[in-house]
């Protein structure tokens, strides 16, 4: 008898077994615990569905709840990840999306579908979201590294003291996972910053997906880069254009990404709203971009030779 049931975490060791145990060598048993029975707040009290043919797990959809502050009023998330059904039993992919109907008060994500999965959620009124993102090389000049009195601190040295409640709770909800946490701090202002070091690729980089206060953002971008790239010896940052669109980061240039991210929007949110905070891209520290070693580095090239033409 084939049933779909709410996922909860008495049912991790047969999903793991069945699906996840080889699913990515960058991930260990833990850190799919962590993706499942994440710790933070909410009043759902599932992480998903599996489908079960007579008690062996055949297919699996997680989801990852969340609440937003955003706009002024809280928002319900969903991300839908780790979509799996076994090959014999295709034809039942449309009953697992089912009770995504019934999710009328939630933005509903999904980051990484494969074709079959994103024709699916298109069918069921998902729009394409904008994967498109700017890449943020080195900053040259004066404005890296710290001035006046400004300081960033990472990490453990960041006092919880510091931050508004809303940066705070995203910090300590994000604490299970591999994630980067930056505050910068001038003045009377500062600005926290979550991102997360990805190295899937020969070239590592290290993705931007939440800054707390667009305005200081906005104006030390360069510096908050540079410590960025510093404390990771990485050649390159990358955040998603639709959250930056009227930020003028120096340097920086767009990338198209293959990848085909869907949402269906709920009460009002709109794409620039939409981050990748409590779902797989930052719990499991995923590659949106392609493997663009040769792509980055002529792309850096024009840009740097710009800039050293401009200076001299």
């Known amino acids: 008898m084939v049933e779909l049931v709410q996922f909860r975490p008495d049912l991790f060791p047969k999903l793991y077994d069945a699906f996840l ?5 960058l991930s260990d048993e833990q850190d799919w615990r962590n993706v499942f029975n994440y710790s933070w707040p909410k009043q759902e ?3 998903g569905y599996a489908l079960l043919d007579d008690g062996k797990a055949v297919g699996m959809m997680a989801m990852a709840f969340s609440t937003r502050w955003i706009g002024g009023r809280e928002q319900k998330f969903c991300n839908l990840h780790t979509w799996w059904v076994h090959e014999a039993h295709r034809g039942r992919s ?27 959620t298109k069918r069921l009124g998902f729009e394409s979201l904008d994967l498109q993102m700017k890449v943020l090389p080195p900053v040259l000049g004066s404005r890296q590294g710290k001035t ?6 990472f990490d453990g040295d960041i006092e919880a003291s510091s931050l508004g409640s809303v940066d705070r709770k995203i910090m300590d909800d994000h604490l299970p996972y591999r994630v980067g946490n930056l505050l910068l701090q001038a003045g009377s202002e500062s600005c926290y910053v979550l991102y997360t070091h990805v190295q899937r690729y020969r070239v590592p980089y290290c993705h931007i997906h939440y800054f707390g206060n ?7 971008e360069a510096l908050i880069r540079s410590a960025i790239l510093k404390r990771h010896r990485v050649s390159f940052a990358v955040v998603d254009s639709r959250l930056v669109r009227d930020i003028d980061l ?8 293959p990848a085909n991210a869907v949402y269906r929007p709920a009460n009002g949110v709109t794409p620039d709203q939409v981050d990748n905070l409590y779902s797989d891209v930052v719990m499991l520290r995923l590659a949106v971009m392609p493997h663009i070693t040769h792509e980055i580095g002529a792309a850096a090239g024009r840009w740097f030779g710009r800039a050293e033409a401009a200076t001299n």
């Open 21 to 25: 145990h080889d699913d990515d060598p």
């Open 45 to 47: 009290d599932y992480a």
């Open 94 to 120: 449309i009953v697992m999306m089912r009770p995504l109907l019934g999710l009328k008060d939630y933005t509903i994500t999904h980051f990484t579908p494969c074709d079959r999965v994103r024709a699916l």
């Open 148 to 153: 006046g009195n400004t300081q960033i601190q």
């Open 214 to 220: 667009r305005e200081v953002f906005a104006r030390h």
């Open 250 to 257: 120096r340097f920086g240039f767009d990338f198209w990404t």
